[in-house]
């Protein structure tokens, strides 16, 4: 069976809620604590300091609801893995929705209560299966749910980054789920069978055209982290910082995925 061909990997709702809601409880904890000049604090998202980026952590959970707001599609017409390459367009309204989100709730602490709130009234509300108008095309709930952990996972990191010593933890489930997902749309992105992306525990994929790999150790590899994964594909970090500073060990002439990155802009 072809990589391009393989069954879609499946999802546990129950264990993408409690991920989706474990991380995002993670982050009250954190911002509970921060203070106005740490708010005030820039971030590695252009203009935005860390008060907007907070805003945006909870619009990214709250998009689940305005999605359930708008009539059901008749229909699915995308699947999980069209999700990643379709965030870049909705950039510039992203901007200035999060923007005025800030202004409007200077207690982030209790914006991001609500939020929590709110998604999970949401969720014992609506069945996995109902369908949702995404802006990847029309997706169940139980398949955008899954995308919540990217969100939450890298902006997590973006957090961290931006505030010293925050060191907010990644839940363990959604971030192996932000893995997978991204590991499988490089396989899309990619698809092929000379290149293996090893992301240990979570991931493993085949990918890039060429000679197909069938046993004993493939001639070209590439092995990171979880973590140095998400920054990769998300483009917090470039292919080629990672390999000078040992975060990511490639092997193979097929092994350079420099051109592939990021999946999301």
Request: with cysteine; hydrophobic share 45%.
């Amino acid at each position: 069976m072809s990589p391009a061909k393989k069954r879609p990997r499946a999802y546990d709702p129950a264990k993408i809620r409690t991920a989706v809601l474990a991380q995002l409880g993670n982050v009250r904890e954190a911002v509970r604590t921060l203070t106005p000049e740490q708010l005030a604090l820039p971030t590695r998202l252009g203009e935005w300091t860390v008060r907007e980026l907070v805003a945006h952590i909870g619009m990214a959970v709250t998009a689940v609801g305005r999605s359930l707001d708008l009539p059901e599609p008749a229909k699915p017409d995308a699947t999980l893995l069209d999700w990643p390459f379709a965030t870049s367009v909705s950039a510039p309204a992203i901007d200035a929705f999060t923007r005025r989100l800030s202004a409007e709730h200077p207690d982030l602490d209790a914006y991001l209560a609500g939020v929590e709130q709110g998604l999970v009234a949401q969720l014992d509300t609506h069945p996995g299966s109902r369908l949702l108008e995404t802006n990847a095309g029309a997706l169940p709930l139980a398949d955008y749910l899954v995308t919540r952990t990217v969100e939450l996972v890298v902006h997590t990191d973006d957090l961290n980054a931006a505030v010293p010593g925050l060191d907010i933890p990644h839940d363990r489930q959604a971030l192996a789920a932000a893995t997978r997902l991204l590991a499988d749309a490089l396989a899309v992105k990619a698809p092929g069978g000379s290149t293996e992306v090893r992301i240990p525990p979570y991931a493993v994929v085949q990918c890039v055209e060429g000679p197909r790999h069938t046993r004993g150790t493939p001639p070209n590899v590439v092995e990171t982290d979880p973590l140095t994964w998400v920054r990769l594909a998300c483009g917090r970090l470039t292919w080629k910082a990672a390999v000078e500073e040992a975060k990511v060990a490639a092997s193979g002439e097929r092994a350079d995925l420099a051109e592939l990155l990021p999946l999301m802009s």
